[in-house]
């Protein structure tokens, strides 16, 4: 027997749900399981589906009982009864005994209860204890949106149907909420079209996290309201979540009305408890539940027991989106906003406070964990301390925060905090006020800097103004830091001069280094040491010699203090210099240890920088299976976290596998093609230039395109033209265009030379077809003893000197006499833009193709202008005409 009725609209997803409710229900153990969760969740329908689907399990009948109506507890036994097939007699017993009595009897039929909507009777659940006694093969499934605390309950939390993060991805008719939407939106506009929406219905999904009720109510707003609409509505009204609809039952013809029952159905201290938490954002933990909403564990536990809050696989508290707008109703209602703000603030904040020893000793990796856990609650504390104007807590948060953000690559998101604290404090009235300002304004210039974020400001303006102030107020300490900041600055002013000078960001950071080495703090005093033993700066104070010497004695200094962040960073700028020095073993062994590094600190840009510098290694090797691997996770991880750099770095990777392995160069060209508009500046410190062009390079050769292969053989390199690295590609593709243009002995000379340099950088080599093909050709061309004459020829060549023939071959054309006639030569870098110039490009297009940055293009720009004595584009242009330039 089956006592449901047809529901009058189509059940969707929840297909992960039904398999496992089924299963529990298979379970001999388990005979009495309840679906808990809030009202509107869909308890009710995913257990009339259950129940359909295991109709043949229980062969003897499933019985629906419908409580929603009642309200007394001994109602819940005369519910039962009627919904069985069993009628009261008229005799000497009583209805509980004479139903018992039937029980007995029926006690080895397969029986399913589905006792729906419990709440409101718990008072009488004794009963179902007492019906599974007296039964031995009926089974109870329950809906509630409290659990029943029965000893022989199972409990299965029921969330909502499934929704995509974000509009783009993966299709979103695979999410059962989206599905639901477009069911109703189709019932109500049949000429609903999702593509035209799809953000703004994926909002909506997400807004209410799934709620099947809360889904259908919104798209009855259809016939009024656009979905973009509708969604902005959710974030602000709950009573738009409503229907007119006649057929409904009240319980579900509002989203309030259904908040309301569950909150009649608290205690007065647990809607006082409630309503506080309603301030937590994307979760909490219960020491913060203690400290802001003053809530127990035994509160806590019936909350959770309500369906009210619920608790994750992480071990914390959530509360449904829709339920937390509902509390901070009832929180404003009750005029005690402010005080929990207040409280919340102080606990957050104060929070980042005292966890700046932990980032900065052994603790670092717990304290990060701890941010990264919480922070949505910090968002939206730094938020209320601006609109409270708490300046003084945001100046004591701001250290951890801006760390967090540069240790866990957080730039984007906190970077708009940072912001739009000092939109609000500056001008500041007071020195002391001011002070603060620049405290965050100085933090804030650091993670632009380290993040590569395109902001117009006059961050070098900045850094002087906080750096003066700090020093007018002797506060030695941000002094140290502004000094710190201002040397990274000073670099990226070098990189944009020709030639660089390093010697103003040497100077800043010795200065910055003493400071703190006077205030005995080793944290900061290792940060200008680190800054000082890089390459560049090292070359221009110490000498190369003694780079790897100062790395090894600032990655000492880091283990002492317990700095894992430095620690990576340190080894992979080991990785770096040993690249320098063209020890290409070490480079693949640090840049290994420096990703295992960077994964145990979870930092997402030196992830992409180790992980790209591993990539390079194995493909140099010919290990051209795990490059590809590596590549793809490279890909991955930049397009999900919108880092443009490593997807300039694995489109370039995966664009020389394919041609190298595939032979593919015009998917590889498009790949490249696809990637340039999307390309940023690259971050400090890494070797992004070496191999951000190879797969260029390579596409250009393999589709004969010899002259525009050969213009990138310069940013083919790093520093040295020695480097075995880079040279083994420039020396193929030189033999290619050899060959091409009928010079087979000089192609085969330098294709010895390529095969006879050591094998971690030529592996690739031999996984080449095109060269397998070429040297197979040149032996027929020459015969045997012509090509191996020229092979042994090749072999003998000295590496650097022939490259550097290689790349002056076009030294004594009539362009380049008339370039060396001029008072001050154009650069070749300078000579690129030009040309595109002629060719009517803007500073951002040359920016994209030449992989630069739009302010370093104007650099260049400015110069070419210096040295043609012009000062626009078009004066430039009759210039170099004039003098042969092009």
Not at 66 to 84: C, G, K, S, V
Not at 187 to 200: N, P, Q, W
Not at 618 to 631: D, F, I, M, N, R
Not at 675 to 681: E, V, Y
Request: a negative charge; aromatic letters at 8%.
């Amino acid at each position: 027997m089956y006592t449901f009725a047809i529901p009058p609209t189509l059940f969707l997803g929840r297909e992960q749900e039904i398999a496992e409710i089924s299963a529990l229900l298979d379970n001999p153990s388990c005979r009495l399981l309840t679906l808990v969760g809030p009202g509107g969740i869909g308890k009710t329908r995913l257990a009339m589906e259950v129940a359909t689907h295991k109709r043949a399990s229980f062969s003897d009948g499933v019985y629906f009982v419908p409580l929603a109506a009642l309200d007394q507890a001994d109602e819940l036994f005369t519910a039962i009864a009627e919904a069985m097939p069993f009628r009261f007699q008229q005799d000497q017993r009583s209805p509980r005994e004479q139903f018992f009595a039937y029980l007995s009897e029926k006690q080895a039929q397969c029986l399913l209860l589905v006792l729906d909507n419990v709440e409101q009777l718990l008072h009488g659940v004794d009963l179902i204890s007492d019906i599974l006694a007296v039964t031995t093969n009926l089974k109870i499934l329950v809906t509630s949106r409290e659990t029943l605390n029965l000893q022989e309950e199972w409990v299965r939390q029921i969330g909502g149907l499934t929704y995509p993060r974000q509009a783009e991805g993966d299709p979103l008719e695979e999410y059962s909420a989206i599905q639901l939407f477009l069911d109703r939106a189709r019932h109500i506009r049949g000429d609903f079209d999702l593509a035209e929406v799809r953000k703004s219905v994926v909002d909506i999904c997400r807004l209410v996290e799934g709620m099947p009720l809360a889904i259908e109510l919104a798209a009855g707003w259809l016939k009024t309201l656009q979905p973009a609409d509708i969604a902005q509505e959710i974030q602000h009204n709950l009573n738009l979540l409503a229907t007119r609809s006649r057929n409904l039952p009240e319980r579900h013809r509002s989203i309030r009305f259904v908040f309301d029952h569950s909150w009649q159905l608290m205690t007065e201290h647990e809607r006082n408890v409630f309503q506080r938490i309603s301030i937590f954002r994307g979760g909490f933990t219960r020491e913060a539940a203690q400290v802001v909403a003053g809530a127990s564990l035994d509160t806590l536990a019936g909350l959770i027991d309500q369906s009210m809050i619920r608790l994750n696989a992480a071990g914390r508290y959530e509360i449904h989106e829709l339920l937390r707008q509902y509390g901070a109703e009832q929180l404003e209602a009750a005029g005690q906003t402010e005080a929990v703000q207040q409280a919340y603030v102080a606990y957050y904040l104060g929070q980042l406070y005292r966890l700046e020893q932990d980032i900065k000793s052994h603790q670092q990796i717990a304290a990060l964990d701890i941010i990264a856990a919480d922070f949505e609650d910090v968002r939206h504390a730094w938020h209320l301390a601006i609109q409270l104007r708490q300046l003084a807590a945001l100046s004591q948060a701001v250290e951890s925060l801006h760390w967090f953000a540069d240790m866990r690559s957080r730039y984007h998101e906190v970077v708009p905090l940072l912001q739009a604290a000092l939109e609000q404090f500056l001008p500041a009235p007071s020195q002391e006020e001011l002070a603060m300002c620049y405290r965050i304004q100085v933090r804030l210039a650091r993670l632009v800097l380290l993040g590569n974020l395109q902001i117009d400001e006059n961050l070098g303006a900045q850094i002087d103004n906080c750096l003066a102030l700090a020093r007018t107020r002797q506060d030695q300490a941000e002094v140290g830091f502004c000094l710190l900041i201002s040397g990274i600055y000073a670099i990226q002013e070098a990189e944009q001069k020709e030639p660089p000078d390093f010697s103003r960001a040497v100077a800043t950071f010795q200065e910055c280094a003493a400071v703190f080495e006077a205030l005995g703090d080793p944290y900061y005093r290792a940060e200008p040491l680190a800054w000082l033993a890089c390459g560049t700066l090292a070359s221009f104070n110490t000498g190369r010699f003694s780079i790897r010497e100062l790395l090894k004695q600032n990655l000492d200094l880091r283990r002492e203090i317990g700095d894992h962040n430095g620690i990576a960073w340190i080894t992979l700028n080991l990785s770096n210099d040993a690249l320098g020095e063209l020890d290409y073993l070490a480079y693949e062994r640090y840049a290994r240890e420096a990703l295992a590094l960077m994964r145990e600190i979870d930092s997402v840009k030196g992830i992409l920088q180790a992980m790209f510098q591993v990539t390079q290694a194995a493909l140099l090797k010919g290990e051209l299976e795990e490059a590809q691997t590596l590549a793809e996770q490279v890909r991955d991880l930049a397009d999900k976290t919108n880092n443009l750099n490593g997807l300039v770095w694995s489109t370039d990777i995966l664009a020389f596998l394919l041609s190298i392995k595939n032979e593919a160069y015009t998917e590889a060209a498009d790949l490249i093609q696809a990637s340039q508009a999307r390309f940023q500046k690259p971050f400090f410190g890494n070797p992004s230039d070496l191999g951000r062009r190879w797969g260029q390079a390579i596409v250009h050769c393999g589709q004969g395109q010899y002259a525009p292969a050969r213009q990138l053989y310069a940013s083919l390199f790093w520093e040295r033209h020695d480097d075995p690295g880079p040279a083994t590609i420039c020396l193929a593709l030189e033999a290619v265009a050899l060959a091409y243009e009928g010079e087979p002995e000089k192609a085969v000379e330098l294709l010895s030379l390529a095969f006879h340099q050591p094998a971690w950088v030529n592996g690739w080599l031999h996984r080449w077809p095109l060269l397998t093909r070429l040297s197979i050709n040149l032996q027929l061309q020459l015969g045997d003893q012509a090509y191996q004459a020229a092979w042994e020829r090749g072999a003998l060549l000295d590496l650097e000197t022939t490259i550097q023939s290689i790349l002056g071959k076009e030294d004594d054309t009539p362009h380049e006499i008339a370039n060396q006639s001029l008072l001050e030569p154009l650069s070749g870098r300078e000579l690129e833009v030009l040309g595109l110039i002629a060719e009517g490009l803007s500073n951002s297009e040359i920016a994209r193709r030449l992989v630069l940055s739009v302010g370093t293009v104007k650099v260049h720009t400015r110069n070419i202008y210096g040295k043609l004595s012009v000062s626009s584009r078009t004066q430039a242009l009759a210039q170099a005409t004039r003098l042969n330039l092009f």
